[in-house]
């Protein structure tokens, strides 16, 4: 997912590092039934608008939000695509497997102590 996002940030990946993250770690895992943050902290993640040095802070116009927001959609949208992508390489490994009464299974056991 980062090497998408290097591809539509034009190489500079390091000044949306927090807006990936925060992307990232508000993406919904359907296997956990919610975001991986919240499922780690017990809490929504916070929004990475207006994290500035000491000193830098001021007030954050529109247009800033509104780049931000941008940002987080197209990281949005490269996450879904991996996933996807993911998701229909694994469907490809699976097959479904029906058995009839009398088949043969082959099984194996493994106990831990």
């Not at 990946?13 to 992307?23: C, G, K, S, T």
């Not at 996450?79 to 194996?108: C, H, N, P």
């Amino acid at each position: 997912m980062l090497r998408a996002c290097v591809i539509d940030f034009k190489g500079n990946w390091d000044d949306h590092r927090p807006l990936i993250e925060f992307v990232y770690n508000n993406s919904y895992h359907s296997s956990i039934q919610m975001a991986s943050y919240e499922a780690l902290y017990g809490r929504n993640c916070r929004s990475p608008i207006g994290w500035f040095e000491v000193g830098e802070a001021g007030l954050i116009g529109p247009t800033l939000v509104h780049q931000a927001m941008e940002k987080v959609k197209v990281i949005q949208e490269r996450l879904k695509t991996a996933q996807s992508r993911q998701k229909s390489y694994t469907d490809l490994m699976i097959s479904d497997l029906e058995f009839e009464v009398d088949d043969w299974v082959g099984f194996t056991l493994r106990f831990h102590p």
